[in-house]
T-cell receptor, first 114, second 113 residues
């Protein structure tokens, strides 16, 4: 059973460009969570999705950031018009059911904004 | 959300046991205690979790105080591969949580050969 997969592992963008980060959850998992880790800091929750639904986006910045988890295909975290402050590691996690269940994390995408 | 307090860093010698403490004095009755660790340049990895009773698995043991205001993660024999940041996280039980984990700064464990 393959683990959570994220791609790309490293992404370099210039200011103003768009970044698209993809996350494929573990087989059988229908809950996906995105976290961001700024340099030298802990992980911060961004958004929690189920298939075709956003359940909790309380950690998402109000502008430029969006997430989706379509019926088919991976979950996508999209950052429009990136700025240098968006440089961070973005981790995706999945779980089979909500709450009390282990979240399995992917290896992360390291975004660098030049 | 209930908060946890952990030491910033700890050191251990290889092959020796390690006890990583966590204080959570404002824990509520339905909060589960989770431990994750993050190795350098990797995503977090689940270690163990419990509610009231002590728990054991192949990675570690979790000792929970009787009043549940503190807990201790026990690595029975530290190896160099156990060097990581260890996070103690409270997560509300089913029906009370949004599902997200709240990570603090954790404890950075160094293991000396």
């Amino acid at each position: 059973n393959a683990g959570v997969m994220q791609n790309p592992r490293h992404l370099v963008r210039r200011r103003g460009q768009e970044a698209r980060l993809r996350c494929s959850p573990m087989k059988g998992h229908s809950h996906v969570y995105w976290y961001r880790q700024l340099p030298e800091e802990g992980l911060k929750f961004m958004v929690y999705l189920q298939k075709e639904n956003i359940i909790d986006e309380s950690g998402m910045p109000k502008e430029r950031f969006s997430a989706e988890f379509p019926k088919e295909g991976p979950s996508i975290l999209r950052i429009q018009q990136v700025v240098r402050g968006d440089s961070a590691a973005y981790f995706c996690a999945s779980s089979p059911i909500r709450t009390t269940d282990t979240q399995y994390f992917g290896p992360g995408t390291r975004l660098t904004v030049l | 959300d209930a908060k946890t307090t952990q030491p910033n860093s700890m050191e251990s010698n290889e092959e020796e046991p390690v006890h990583l403490p966590c204080n959570h004095s404002t824990i509520s009755g339905t909060d589960y205690i989770h431990w994750y660790r993050q190795l350098p340049s990797q995503g977090p990895e689940y270690v163990i979790h419990g509610l009231t009773s002590n728990v054991n698995n192949r990675m570690a043991s979790l000792a929970i105080a009787e009043d549940r205001k503190s807990s201790t993660l026990i690595l029975h024999r530290a190896t160099l591969r156990d060097a990581a940041v260890y996070y103690c996280i409270l997560e509300k039980g089913y029906g009370g949580s949004q599902g997200n984990l709240i990570f603090g700064k954790g404890t950075k464990l160094s293991v000396k050969p």
